[in-house]
């Protein structure tokens, strides 16, 4: 048996891994913001609400990001770029006052539980790889200080093409050349108990293995076993790209003593289009990529090397970046354009909650669960009065009088001034009775503004904004009764107007 032989024999074994299964597996979502006409944080927030998505990753510390994604529960994942990585690394009080500004200023309201130190630094920043380290340590220590090591992780996002030899992936290992960077790296992502940030895109390792990957492999789509990649030292079978991508990494690490630390997806995707010379790059594959991707992380598939350790993967990305340099391809990995349409409809039957309303990108306004019967009646007024709302429907005998309660009433009105407002965030607020959602609180013969496909264009109305005719806390003191069913009620709007005016 060669040496070659005896090493890959040793490793198996010794690559019995400690990682277990994450029970908090998830797919979050990367936010670029290389668009000519980048929405409004409040509007990302409100999207991100919409699909359910519970995970982001900023390529940044944006502060309106961070404000807006305030008291939303949102896990935030922050980063320092790669432009302020020499300046960190080189200095523990600028990394200090970093995390002050970009951290601890807003949490634990903006729930930020990863920093990202740089991103694929090695490979599109070498000159900033002797100190990447040290910007990784500072960073920590500041956490450290502030007493909030233990609620976020600190890693930095690799490219996968830092493994080499990635298959089979039992013979993975890292360039070399990198390992000075990569061994101090491991041992404080083991130390602290942070995990392995890796970038996988199997859309390049397809375009570039010149037809030695099929495209079904790269796809997650179905293979029958002789079609499989086997791994020829552990005869495990593959059926996709990403799975082998992770265990190599799994063995990369194993290869330089490291059993224990696991592997994050900060980015992985497939473009929904590009120029003549990326015919793969389509609609139809992006959406297969995708749903495919969502459906493996949030089953807890696992890998054939850790089967049941889910693997946490945040898409790229959010929108399409139509100001991105580069081929055509590089603008359209989005799942969004900038108007949070979705660019096609994923198929996620049995994935779970996240994105799982098709990215249909219908959104309502509606009662909070719980909200004070006494501040709807006065928010529900104030819509009906100063909002300019068309309430009539709610009057005894219309469409939507039934159920008679201040719930019902105050949801039609409060979701029909969002869609008068064209949906903006800010409209469905009420002082913090209303809340976004995406299912459709149509009922019977009462049907709402967006299921009546207004897109909340309903007519050349101008309603004031709610933030200064809510902002007295006095109004919620006010009840004028319990439900429009009269010309008494009409009289009773009349007299809160005025209160709130």
């Excluded at 693997?311 to 139509?322: G, H, K, M, P």
Aim: hydrophobic share 40%; glycine share 6%.
């Amino acid at each position: 048996m060669n040496q070659m032989a005896v090493h890959i024999l040793l490793l198996l074994l010794f690559a019995v891994s400690d990682v277990t299964a994450d029970e908090d597996a998830f797919i979050g979502v990367n936010i670029g913001t290389s668009l000519s006409d980048m929405p409004h944080s409040t509007q990302v927030v409100a999207l991100l609400k919409a699909q359910q998505i519970r995970h982001v990753r900023l390529y940044d510390a944006d502060r309106g990001m961070l404000v807006a994604l305030a008291n939303t529960g949102i896990q935030v994942a922050v980063s320092v770029p790669n432009e302020q990585l020499l300046g960190i690394g080189q200095s523990n009080t600028t990394a200090a006052n970093w995390v002050s500004r970009n951290v601890v200023a807003h949490y634990p309201a903006t729930n930020i539980t990863t920093i990202c130190v740089g991103s694929d630094v090695l490979t599109s920043l070498p000159n900033a790889a002797p100190v990447l380290v040290n910007a990784i340590k500072f960073i920590h220590s500041a956490l450290v200080a502030s007493n909030l090591d233990r609620q976020i992780k600190v890693s930095t996002p690799l490219s996968s093409s830092l493994i080499l030899d990635s298959f089979p992936p039992s013979q993975a290992f890292f360039n070399r050349s990198w390992n000075p960077v990569l061994v101090p790296m491991l041992n404080f992502l083991q130390s602290t108990g942070s995990f392995l940030m890796l970038n996988i895109y199997p859309y390049y390792d397809y375009m570039q293995s010149n037809g030695v990957i099929p495209l079904d492999y790269a796809l997650f789509k179905p293979l029958p076993p002789n079609k499989e990649a086997v791994d020829s030292n552990t005869l495990v079978h593959y059926t996709n790209v990403f799975d082998a991508m992770v265990d190599a990494a799994y063995f990369a690490m194993a290869f330089l003593n490291f059993t224990n630390i696991p592997v994050m997806v900060t980015e992985s995707g497939w473009p929904s289009k590009g120029d003549s010379n990326e015919p793969d790059a389509t609609s139809e594959n992006a959406n297969t990529y995708n749903s495919n991707l969502i459906r493996h992380v949030l089953n807890k598939t696992g890998t054939p090397k850790h089967p049941g350790v889910g693997v946490s993967t945040y898409i790229y990305e959010l929108y399409n970046e139509d100001t991105k340099p580069g081929p055509l391809s590089e603008k359209n990995w989005g799942l969004f354009d900038a108007n949070g349409d979705p660019v096609y409809k994923l198929h996620l039957t049995g994935s779970g909650s996240v994105l799982a309303n098709d990215t249909t990108n219908q959104t309502y306004c509606t009662a909070r669960d719980g909200a004070d019967p006494k501040m709807l009646q006065a928010a529900l007024d104030w819509a009906c009065g100063p909002g300019k709302v068309d309430c009539s429907a709610l009057l005894q005998g219309q469409p939507c009088y039934e159920p008679d309660n201040v719930i019902a009433h105050a949801t039609y009105a409060f979701d029909t001034y969002y869609h008068q407002m064209r949906k903006d965030p800010a409209a469905c607020d009420f002082n913090g009775v209303a809340t976004i959602t995406t299912s459709d609180p149509s009922h019977g013969s009462c049907m709402f503004p967006g299921s009546l496909g207004r897109n909340g264009t309903m007519g050349n109305i101008t309603a004031p904004s709610m933030n200064s005719s809510l902002s007295d806390s006095s109004a919620y003191k006010i009840y004028c009764g319990s439900a429009l069913m009269s010309i008494l009620t009409v009289i009773r709007l009349l007299a809160c107007s005025v209160v709130f005016l």
